[in-house]
């Protein structure tokens, strides 16, 4: 009965929320008619919830998700904590829920009384790396991790204490001797020049009365380090050095405040860590630390420095509203082995983003050099050249003794280290942005059992601050065709609303003037005249830039968030003019950026480029057409219906026979038009059958690349062929997702033929094999082949359509998914001539459930029922359905199977 799962902004608790995000969720125990809020102005030590600040009283509403503090103006810096109760259908009223709480963002103008201060010491660029070689090159073109620290008194008893901390750079915070927060990579990337964001911690129980002293250690990351490719550039795409930004606010019992701020009253020197770069990795020599420096007691003397100390400027510093990133798992080794060489090779038995943390005992001024492969060569070394320039090596100088390791300012793509010199205790770390599970699967079958975990993994891969292509070679940029066509499989895996609602900033301060999103976001330094390369200023290429209109109706379909169609309305309107003004005609045929088209087809691409751009472009006015109207814009709603048409009927004349063909006839062409809505109803059934022939043709394999490969079986099964589907869903030979499973991939690879037994591996100028983008069909895992979808036209999962696409060669299936109003579970199973269903219908929602069968009236719930009525299966031509209704519960829904073999 009672309400659960509180969340402020997708996040529990958080402690800096900007007051236009503060939107309040939680999933109720039962059916909900309304709701009632209450919230109270806290402070931080209050055992008491506070004083009420807003009652909503009882709000006749089944919302439950993005509800808005509809009261007075929320205070800058301050907390509340709020609870929820709620009326059902009968007129119950629910408990209160247990307390939750969320601290309002600070003024970006007046909040901050700091500076951004960094190490005194003028920096030229880095030289760029030349191709492989040892690490040594390049450690003498990176500079040391500042240390800075600032020593302070707090002379009476502290009620609470926050520190709101960020970094042109990245930092770890230091209070008096203990690392701050659980965080790593904070403050995260986004595009420095246009916002930097800051993380909230509670350090009240690391303060003490006297002497305190609170310190950051820096590194480049993002801001001045190895970026991208751009040109080999030498990073420094924002800034040349780190600086830091900090403000800690101690509040006493009597709500008087003490502030210790980053100013000229900082010192800095320089430590172990002799280098430290996203992509390079990092050296550190344990002797040179300057034992105790973030300690009380300690004397900075000598080799400590004034700080360089400047004003905040223009830049607004904002609450970070993302996951932080987090160590999420630790994996031992799977085999320990010596290659050809005879060099230590440890395999962890997964790709993974991260780190190695090791034990070291030997000598004063040993080396310990660690390096990061994805997979080994022919020989068992270490296979480096697909890393490119990206160095992923660490180094430690042992200080003597027994030392633990690990570096806290790098991230690699990797399955395998070679690891020099004798260690002990090597555990791989997790390291990625702590997006929740959301979405379970389980199968009889083992292959698709891992298909579906090596998806995952390649979302935990690349989910770092923002969705990176890969997490390896160097280039880990946030492509935007890579992140829209994973979009709905990311959601349905992972908890992915809050980081997405921060990516989405990305891009939208990544817009070009002229309206149109780009290729990349954050866009990376290189934006003058002449700039090449993925940071300059040109328009996103065709299903690349659409992800800025895609990716927040994505966010609306699966979270019922309004609010992010509300704050990016402005951005995706003026992206759709961009595309109108160029393109009068209807037919997208100008503005397409690099036009990368149906990038990494297995064989030539040949899906014209304007068809894909016009058919990405309808799909857009479509999805505005639904935005405005869950944006409350019907007027709005209604022009992208009216452009939404006029592209229609260009792309039909254009592209479209009047036997449903569809120009070029690559598989791309019909799964794009037949998804997008592109093909006259009356051709939809020739044009499917067009789409099988052409897949008939390639030997029952798939010609996709990644902008066609996301809509593939979902068109599929849509239009009367899940048994086409599973066939290509189940072929094991090139290209096909089995093949990469089946040859030992733990991530989903860039390219079907990353690895081939004929020609080993693809050429290493682009060749990850932790990409997520093929692994968009894990949303077919989930919406088809378990049925855990919704009506059409809604969103929020309060409405749900459950209707299953079994397989001929699996006998069973079931999964769940963690929506908004609570877990979803859909699962099937095929036991002779019968098949069963059973559901699980989450409190605050009703379903729709459909159930394929050979004889759908005799279909039977579990009490006996029959169906409330037959329709037809859009899983399988000619086949029908029986449709049940179903409420908040357990259901079961058992008769004649439908047969389900392939027709070919
Ligand atoms: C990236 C892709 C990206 C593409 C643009 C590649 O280098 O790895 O994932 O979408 O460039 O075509």
Known sequence: MIPHDLRCAYLVDPLAVAPERVRLSWVPGSPQRAYHLELYRNEPWLDSPGTLFWDSGQVESGDCVDVAVDGPALVRGRRYTWRVRVRDAAGDLSEWSDWAAFEVELDPAGGWHASWIGLDRARDRVTPPTGAGPVDPLAKALDPAPYLRRAFSVDRPMASARLYVT??????????????????????????????????????????????????????????????????????????????????????????????????????????????????????????????????????????????????????????????????????????????????????????????????????????????AEVLDADGSLYTENLRTARQTDEYVLPGGPAVLEPRFTQHGFRYAEITSDVSDMVARVVHSDIGVAGTFESAEPWLDRLSEIIDWGQRGNFISIPTDCPQRDERLGWLGDAQIFARTACYNRDVAAFFGKWLDDVADAQLPSGAFTDIAPLLGARGPGARGPGARGPGAPAWGDAGVIIPWTMWKMYGDRTVLRRHFGAMTAFMDFIEQ???????????????????????????????????????????????????????????????????????????????????????????????????????????????????????????????????????????????????????????????????????????????????????????????????????????????????????????????????????????????????????????????????????????????????????????????????????LGAEEAVFDAGPGIHEFTGPALDVRSRF
Request: glycine letters at 12%.
């Open 582 to 876: 160029a393109n009068p005609d209807y037919l997208r045929t100008r503005e397409l950026g690099n036009s990368y088209n149906d990038w990494l087809t297995p064989g030539p691409d040949q899906t014209p480029p304007e068809l894909l751009a016009t058919a990405y472009w309808a799909h857009d006015a479509a999805l505005m057409a639904e935005i405005a109207l869950a944006a409350g814009r019907a007027d709005d709603a209604a022009g992208y219906r009216a452009l939404r048409a006029k592209i229609g009927s260009a792309f039909s004349d254009a592209f479209v026979t009047a036997d449903g063909r569809v120009v070029s006839g690559t598989q791309t062409a019909y799964v794009l038009a037949l998804h997008m809505g592109l093909i006259p109803f009356d051709l939809c059934a020739a044009a499917a059958s067009h789409l099988v022939a052409a897949i008939e043709a390639a030997g029952w394999r798939l010609t996709t690349g990644f902008t066609g490969v996301g809509y593939l079986l979902p068109v599929l099964s849509s239009c009367g062929y899940s048994d086409v589907a599973w066939r290509l869903l189940e072929q094991r030979s090139l290209p096909s997702w089995r093949y990469m499973a089946d040859h030992g991939a733990t991530t989903i690879w860039e390219r079907w033929d990353g690895w081939t037994a004929e020609n080993g591996f693809q050429s290493p100028a682009m060749n990850s094999f932790n990409h997520y983008s093929l692994g968009s069909v894990g949303e077919w895992l989930y919406r088809f082949l378990l049925g855990i979808d919704q009506a059409p036209g809604t969103a929020g999962f309060g409405d749900l359509l459950l209707r299953p696409h079994p397989g001929p060669s699996v006998r069973w299936a079931r999964g769940a998914y963690r929506s908004v109003r609570g877990t979803v579970r859909a699962g099937w199973e095929v036991n002779g001539e019968q098949l069963t269903y059973r559901v699980e219908v989450p409190p605050n929602a009703t379903a729709s459930v459909r159930v394929p069968s050979a004889a759908p009236g005799r279909v039977r719930d579990g009490s006996g029922r029959p169906p409330v009525s037959v329709a037809a299966y859009l899983g399988a």
């Open 167 to 372: 970094a042109l750079g990245l930092y770890e915070a230091r209070l008096n001797g203990q690392r701050v927060g659980d965080g790593f990579l904070t403050p995260g990337w986004t595009d420095y020049t246009r916002r930097v964001l800051y993380q909230a911690y509670d350090v009240t129980g690391l303060l003490v009365l006297g002497e305190n002293v609170l310190g950051a250690i820096l590194a480049d990351g993002w801001y001045a380090g190895f970026v991208g490719f751009d040109a080999k550039r030498a990073g420094a795409h924002y800034g040349t050095a780190p600086e830091l930004l900090a403000q800690l606010v101690i509040t006493f019992a009597d709500g008087a405040e003490q502030r210790v701020g980053t100013d000229e009253r900082w010192q800095a020197t320089v430590g172990a860590i002799r280098h430290a770069d996203l992509m390079m990795g990092s050296r550190e020599e344990p002797s040179l630390e300057p034992r105790g420096w973030d300690a009380p007691g300690f004397a900075a003397g000598a080799g400590w420095l004034p700080v360089r100390c400047r004003d905040l400027d223009a830049v607004p510093v904002l609450a970070d509203p993302g996951p932080p990133i987090r160590v999420t798992e630790e994996i031992g080794p799977a085999a320990i082995s010596r290659d050809a060489h005879g060099r230590q090779i440890v395999d962890f038995g997964q790709n993974l983003p991260g780190w190695v943390r090791l034990r070291a005992d030997g000598p004063a001024g040993t080396v310990v050099r660690v390096r990061h």
